[in-house]
């Protein structure tokens, strides 16, 4: 992936998205003794960075099939539920029909966006599973399978995210990214050695399902066990074809764990200091 790549990413999604704000937090500057900074893209479209990645590989996907919604054929996805509210409200702005697997453990009010939004809702036992399956439908019925984390216009659209935190905050030396698929740390990796190469990128993974952790140990994606976490969008193990792992492990300088306790921390002190409301996989990178 190059800086052509995030850039034509920025130009596909700018007129959908917001620029999140990047705010100082005193609360957290005091307890680091440093100046610290929230990117706040729970503000974001759909409430999460995922919308970057979902419109341009939906933007994308619609230029290499001529433009039009109704004749491109189909698109699936799985998703633990931010993903699949991005993918559906990409696919009902462009036109496309979409498919989403999803576990049965995703929070019921992420489906309802999904299933308002026109998306066709298929359930799965497992985050796992909904890969599987949906990898499967795509083989099967011809419809292009567009990954959570695993394809390169998610990816690129992940990377703006780091850009924008680069052009405004020149001064940053270190970005600390959660991490579940590895998305989002590897695109700001890509975009942080395109235009600097100077800042520290962290990703920081729930302790209760550590795949990144263990892969890196063992130099090769591997199956962990995953138990509860208040994290669920971080939850579950990667596609072992990832294109993230390579990413990771080349570009970003380490992996940390945070532990249950301190993301439920994380969530109440953005509530309590910064008036800030975040769900578990956000808070992640705070808790770090």
């Known amino acids: 992936m190059t800086l052509a790549d995030i850039t034509a990413a920025r130009r596909r999604i700018a007129p959908c998205i917001r620029r999140t704000p990047l705010i100082a937090s005193a609360w957290l500057s005091a307890l680091a003794d440093a100046d610290v900074r929230l990117k706040l893209e729970s503000l974001q479209v759909t409430n999460s960075f995922k919308i970057r990645g979902a419109l341009n ?18 698109i699936v996805t799985a998703s633990a539920g931010n993903h699949g509210r991005a993918m559906a409200f990409a696919a009902e702005r462009f036109g496309l029909r979409l498919v989403v697997f999803t576990p049965r453990s995703a929070p019921r009010a ?12 298929r359930p799965a036992p497992t985050y796992e599973e909904a890969e599987r399956m949906a990898k499967v ?9 567009i990954s959570p984390y695993s394809h390169p216009d998610v990816i690129a659209g992940a990377a703006t995210v780091g850009v924008e935190i680069l052009e405004d905050w020149p001064e940053v030396d270190t970005i600390l990214a959660s991490v579940g698929g590895g998305g989002l740390v590897g695109g700001i990796a ?13 990703g920081v993974e729930c302790d209760s399902s550590p795949a990144f952790h ?4 063992a130099d090769h994606v591997v199956e962990v066990e995953v138990h509860p976490t208040i994290a669920d969008g971080l939850a579950g193990n990667m596609d072992p074809e990832t294109i993230t792992f390579d990413l ?16 439920a921390e994380a969530v109440r002190g953005l509530v309590a200091q910064e008036r800030v409301i975040a769900e578990g996989a956000g808070a992640t990178a705070v808790a770090a």
Do not use: C, W
């Open 57 to 74: 590989a939906s933007a994308a996907f619609l230029e290499r099939h001529g433009g039009d919604g109704a004749t491109a054929g189909p």
């Open 248 to 263: 990771v492990r080349r570009l970003v300088d380490r992996m940390v764990l945070a532990p249950e306790a301190a993301i």
């Open 137 to 145: 439908y795509a083989a099967e019925t011809g419809a292009a399978y």
């Open 214 to 217: 263990e892969a890196l140990k």
């Open 190 to 202: 890509v975009a942080n050695r395109a235009l600097a190469g100077r800042v520290e990128v962290v």
């Open 110 to 121: 992420k489906l309802d966006y999904i299933a308002r939004h026109g998306a066709d809702l």
